[in-house]
Structure formats: structure tokens, C-alpha cells
T-cell receptor
Framework: AQSVTQPDIHITVSEGASLELRCNYS??????LFWYVQSPGQGLQLLLK??????LVQGIKGFEAEFKRSQSSFNLRKPSVHWSDAAEYFC????????????FGKGTMLLVSP | EAGVTQFPSHSVIEKGQTVTLRCDPI?????LYWYRRVMGKEIKFLLH????????ESGMPNNRFLAERTGGTYSTLKVQPAELEDSGVYFC?????????????FGPGTRLTVL
């Protein structure tokens, strides 16, 4: 069965510091990969997605993620964190064919300290 | 363009009562999804509508949950009777086309607490 692991439940980063959120997946085939962010009171917003091609994908708000097939990972990075990045981040995978059943990780809560 | 809206934002009910959650998708989006996040767990898929038809309801936990989408516009998710383990955040999402290449737009969720 497919699964997504986000090993860090909480991460605290100083404003201006770099960020990496980890995501590993277990899937029968190479899935489509996503990162979503949820700010308080808001719905999940898509940050970026990987379907194929260049394994380094750029997203909104200055985020990027790198797909590493050998490690079954899709880690999210940002070179300099802003206080407004404090939110919960979800990694998700979905099938390359068929309908859109997304499988999510448990989420990582990002706290940004001054 | 208005986003996906969900009502209510919070609901607190007692075990055994009935609750109905509503989702209004983005106008023109034929695909509507329900997900649930139980505290400390993953967001899990419940079901997928294409217009008014249930395309996939494999994630529905049991027959206490009933989802409808009459007319292919808004959807309701009824829990009857509610149990303690039904507590969590219920998310709705919509997309214009099916398939994960088409972005799903999520609502803010309904937080359900069953006492």
C-alpha cells in the first residue's frame, strides 16, 4: 500500500535561515508528487508538484523541491525563511493514471522564530 | 473567482447526534473530493464525485457516513449517528478535470468534535 512519511512533526527555524522539510514515499510505481501548505484558517494550498522531467521543481513563495528516485524522497527547501512561512506543510503522492486519489503524509508544522 | 467554501467551520456535537457538513466547490468544477484528518494522523481520502455521481467512495469509513451531490453542485456529508472517533477536520476539494495532474483546490475544512 502506498504511504508518505514526513518524519518531522514540528520544526523550528530562525527567520532568514534555510529550511528543508523531509518527505519519503512508498509507492508501487513512480507517483506524481506534491507539497501543500496550510496556514491557519485557510485551505491547503499547492506549493509545487512533480510529474516528470527535471527533478528540481520550483514552486510558489520561493520554495523548491527535489525528487530523488533512488531515495524515494521529495524534500522541500527554501533558502531563507520568512515569518509568514509559519504553517503546516503536507507532502502528498498520487497515481499517474486513473483518478485523483491523493495520499498525504502526517504533515510538518513549521515554526519561525525571530 | 471564489474558492471552495465549507460550512460550518466548526461543529461540536454529542455522540449519537447527526451532523451535516456542506461543501461548495469552485463554480464549473465537476470533480469534488472529501478528505478527513483525524488528529495526529494523515489527511485521508474519503470519496470523489464527478458531477453528481460517486466515482470512488473507497475511503468512506462505514455506513454512518452519507455523501450526496444532488445536481452536481454543492455536496453534503452526513454523519449519523456520530461516534467519538469521527472527530477531526473534514476537507473538501474540487478540480475542473479528474486525474492528479489537475490541481485540487481545497476548502478551509470543517472541524468536527464529537463529545
Amino acid at each position: 500500500a502506498q504511504s508518505v512519511t514526513q518524519p518531522d512533526i514540528h520544526i523550528t527555524v530562525s527567520e532568514g535561515a534555510s529550511l528543508e522539510l523531509r518527505c519519503n514515499y512508498s509507492y508501487g510505481a513512480t507517483p506524481y508528487l506534491f507539497w501543500y501548505v496550510q496556514s491557519p484558517g485557510q485551505g491547503l494550498q499547492l506549493l509545487l508538484k512533480y510529474f516528470s522531467g527535471d527533478t528540481l521543481v520550483q514552486g510558489i513563495k520561493g520554495f523548491e523541491a527535489e525528487f530523488k528516485r533512488s531515495q524515494s524522497s521529495f524534500n522541500l527547501r527554501k533558502p531563507s525563511v520568512h515569518w509568514s512561512d509559519a504553517a503546516e506543510y503536507f507532502c502528498a503522492v498520487g497515481p499517474q493514471s486513473g483518478y485523483s486519489t491523493l495520499t498525504f503524509g502526517k504533515g510538518t508544522m513549521l515554526l519561525v522564530s525571530p | 473567482e471564489a474558492g471552495v467554501t465549507q460550512f460550518p467551520s466548526h461543529s461540536v456535537i454529542e455522540k449519537g447526534q447527526t451532523v451535516t457538513l456542506r461543501c461548495d466547490p469552485i463554480s464549473g468544477h465537476d470533480n469534488l473530493y472529501w478528505y478527513r484528518r483525524v488528529m495526529g494522523k494523515e489527511i485521508k481520502f474519503l470519496l470523489h464525485f464527478v458531477k453528481e455521481s460517486k466515482q470512488d467512495e473507497s475511503g468512506m469509513p462505514n455506513n454512518r457516513f452519507l455523501a450526496e451531490r444532488t445536481g452536481g453542485t454543492y455536496s453534503t456529508l452526513k454523519v449519523q449517528p456520530a461516534e467519538l472517533e469521527d472527530s477531526g477536520v473534514y476537507f473538501c476539494a474540487s478540480s475542473r478535470l479528474a486525474g492528479v495532474r489537475n490541481e485540487q483546490f481545497f476548502g478551509p475544512g470543517t472541524r468536527l468534535t464529537v463529545l
